[in-house]
């Protein structure tokens, strides 16, 4: 079982539609949990930032976090075609000191 | 500086020679982080710094890498004998501290020829 996993997508939303994005992790014991967005040939631009469970809201962005069911989404309300990226989930983990990615999600919002 | 610097932005190197790579983090950033993309792919953990020790050196690829940081500032990545599955866009990012927030760099895009 991969450390975070992601859908690799893509995933295909029309303009103005929410976008729905899932993240699963493995160690029970993570506590910060991340999401990225990257632009082709950019680096990652951090989005949103969630510690508790629950949801946190920024602007177009919701993140929702169930450490019991080790589960991060992202949501995009309102996507636009600016929003077409690869999204990227981050876990640091209770076990040893790096900051995992899982492998992305690319989506593309159609006009 | 306001972000992460990476130098140089781009580095094309032949094969077998030795390259370093720089990061310079955010000031006051204590956690620094190194990994690598490869074209198309997600990306991959090398190690972690916190001040200047680096509790995990799990990801280096082998013993052709290497890295350090001195003054819990700057973070130079090496890698000596350089080979062509070493081409891809090496990123760096700092935080406050383990938990935080992490920003990147803009990388320093490697190719091996």
């Known amino acids: 079982q991969k450390e975070v996993e992601q859908n690799s997508g893509p995933l295909s939303v029309p303009e103005g539609a929410i976008a729905s994005l899932n993240c699963t992790y493995s160690?029970?014991?993570?506590?910060?949990f991340f999401w990225y967005r990257q632009y082709s040939g950019k680096s990652p631009e951090l989005i949103m930032s969630?510690?508790?469970?629950g949801d946190k809201e920024d602007g177009r962005f919701t993140a929702q976090l169930n450490k019991a069911s080790q589960y991060v989404s992202l949501l995009i309300r309102d996507s636009q075609p600016s929003d077409s990226a690869t999204y990227l989930c981050a876990v640091n983990r209770a076990a040893g000191n790096k900051l995992t990615f899982g492998g992305g999600t690319r989506v593309l919002v159609k006009p | 500086g306001a972000g992460v610097s990476q130098s140089p932005s781009n580095k094309v190197t032949e094969k077998g020679k030795d390259v370093e790579l720089r990061c310079d983090p955010i000031s006051g950033h204590t956690a620094l982080y190194w990994y690598r993309q490869s074209l198309g792919q997600g990306l991959e953990f090398l190690i972690y710094f916190q001040g200047n020790s680096a509790p995990d050196k799990s990801g280096l690829p082998s013993d052709r890498f290497s890295a350090e940081r001195t003054g819990g500032s700057v973070s130079t990545l090496t890698i000596q004998r350089t080979q062509q599955e070493d081409s891809a866009v090496y990123l760096c990012?700092?935080?406050?501290?383990?938990?935080?927030?992490?920003?990147f760099g803009q990388g320093t895009r490697l190719t091996v020829v």
């Open positions: 160690d029970r014991g993570s506590q910060s």
């Open positions: 969630i510690y508790s469970n």
């Open positions: 990012a700092s935080s406050w501290s383990r938990e935080a927030e992490a920003f």
